[in-house]
């Protein structure tokens, strides 16, 4: 059973048009009285999606997509930098202190994750001319075999 006031035609329709223009959900709940749960749930029932948010916007869904390269330590270092810098911001909002610190635990884990891959890499290219050597050490053992 719902709670709250029920919604009507026209509230869907400035739903439908807010996201439209890409406005959050904070935007929008606050257009239409409602609080973000209840704008997320109507969302849901009407099979729509936030993909745009505006510059302040501080949540999203969509679909994480993933690249082709890694980003590098160095990038991943300035975009960290620049969340530290973010979180000394007086009066920042809860949910923005939340994504930022989950940010900052993201990056930690891709430091570590990043130094393994690096190893590896290291590791397979050793190993790749180590049977390089190990291929021609038998090659010219074998063509000792021959000339005995």
């Known amino acids: 059973m719902p709670k709250g006031k029920p919604w009507i035609k026209e509230e869907e329709q400035i739903l439908i048009e807010l996201l439209k ?14 609080p973000e749960g209840a704008v997320y749930m109507k969302m849901k029932r009407l099979g729509l999606e936030v ?11 969509s679909s994480v997509k993933t690249g082709t390269e890694l ?11 620049a969340a530290l810098s973010a979180l000394e911001t007086p009066g920042i909002e809860k949910k923005e202190v ?11 884990i891709y ?3 990043f130094a393994d891959y690096v190893d590896y890499r290291g590791i397979e290219t050793e190993l790749v001319q180590l049977r390089g050597a190990l291929a021609e ?4 053992y074998e ?5 005995a």
């Open 111 to 113: 430091k570590e994750l």
């Open 21 to 34: 223009k890409g406005k959050s959900v904070d935007v929008i709940s606050r257009a239409l009285g409602k």
């Open 51 to 61: 993909v745009v948010t505006e510059k302040n916007q501080l949540t999203t869904t």
């Open 143 to 147: 063509r000792l075999a021959k000339k």
């Open 71 to 81: 980003p590098s330590i160095e990038n991943v270092m300035k975009r960290l930098s």
């Open 137 to 140: 050490m038998r090659e010219a």
């Open 98 to 108: 939340i994504r930022l610190r989950c940010f900052i635990q993201g990056v930690k």
